[in-house]
């Protein structure tokens, strides 16, 4: 579809590259945004990109805001003609699914949730048509994740899983949300994953939680002195089970400054990525494990 376009007070221009989330309406925003940012338009103060959208914020004293959509209307001509190449990075993130903390806080929040009875995990895994937890689980970490967006409380990022669209998991938010959700918490609501990168309220349902700080407005943790947020758009995710001792290991290595993730430098095609989607994956997955 075309962009769709709308003002947001005298500021704000708001750009909805399409109706539903999907890999080419991300990769679309996503050059949009980029080019917007390359273009270097007089007057553009902040670019916000999303999922299939993004927003542009400009100082009307330098810029009019007829003039600033004519300028974007322009960059959307180009996007439409950009090969749908990104270089990115894929990265491992532990995951320790169905963990006390996480289990701890669900049960406290069970009456706002649509299975009282049961656990987030148990409701996921039947409405998703698993005969059982672990299936589920499989199902979760067996394919990588695209980071579509980062942002909501600092540094979280939506996931969306890289799998076929009848493969791909899809939970409904709790009736009501929580009070409470543990930091860094592995979530999911609707059709998007994400890593809760501090504590707070919420709605997603928790499946478990990563030993991996991904926000630290210090900086003192090893791996994000140089920026406090880890994840940028366009990262793929690759999460990886881990148990409760290795959980343990892993919270230790960074409270020492010793735990490093695994990251490794790709270029993503999309349409290689369409043509054999599991195929892809594996040599995707094939470079974050090279030696």
Known sequence: MPARYSFGGDEHLFIECSDEMSLEAFFKSLSMATAVRESQIKGVTEICPANASFQVKFNPDIIKPDDMLKEVRAIEVDAEKAEPVLKTRIVEIPVFYNDPWT?????????RHQEPEGTDLDYAARINGYDAVGSFIEAHHGSPW??????????LPFMYQMVERQRQIEVPKYLRPRTDTPRLTVGHGGCFGCIYSVRGAGGYQMFGITPMPIFDSSQTTSYLRDFMVFFRPGDIVKFKPIDRAAYDQAVEDVDRGRFSPPI?????DLREFEK???DYNTKLEGTLYAH
């Open 103 to 111: 289990h701890e806080t669900l049960m406290r929040f069970r009456e």
């Open 146 to 155: 695209f980071v579509s967006m980062v942002g909501f409380v600092a540094g």
């Open 264 to 268: 490794r430098e790709v270029t993503f």
């Open 276 to 278: 054999d989607i599991d």
